[in-house]
């Protein structure tokens, strides 16, 4: 596992951030959702953003929803001195 600063909103089983590569600091972060009942939450919006500390500038970076299982995934190019933030949104239905 590797260590950037996952900051989440809402309440999630774990994260779990994989370095898929070294040299391009390439990550992988993936979880997943469950309800207040820990039934599985599918189709809940969740979207990473990227937090510079210095300038407080936040720059989205994409979004997924989770499946059946509740679970999500996300690939991106982490650095060292930024932090990364989650938000989870409730399905619609």
Do not use: C, H, W
């Not at 959702?33 to 809940?44: D, H, K, L, P, T």
């Not at 990473?48 to 190019?77: A, N, R, V, W």
Request: charged share 25%; aromatic share 18%.
């Amino acid at each position: 596992m590797a260590d950037i600063d996952i900051r989440t909103q809402n309440t999630i089983d774990a994260v779990e951030v994989y370095e898929n590569n070294a040299e391009n600091k390439t990550y992988t972060v993936k979880g997943t959702i469950y309800n207040e009942r820990n039934e599985f939450v599918y189709g809940a919006f969740v979207q990473i953003s990227e937090i510079d500390p210095d300038t407080k500038i936040t720059k989205f970076l994409g979004f997924t929803f989770t499946d059946e299982y509740g679970f999500y995934s996300f690939t991106i190019d982490a650095f060292n001195d930024k932090f990364y933030e989650l938000a989870i949104f409730s399905p619609l239905n």
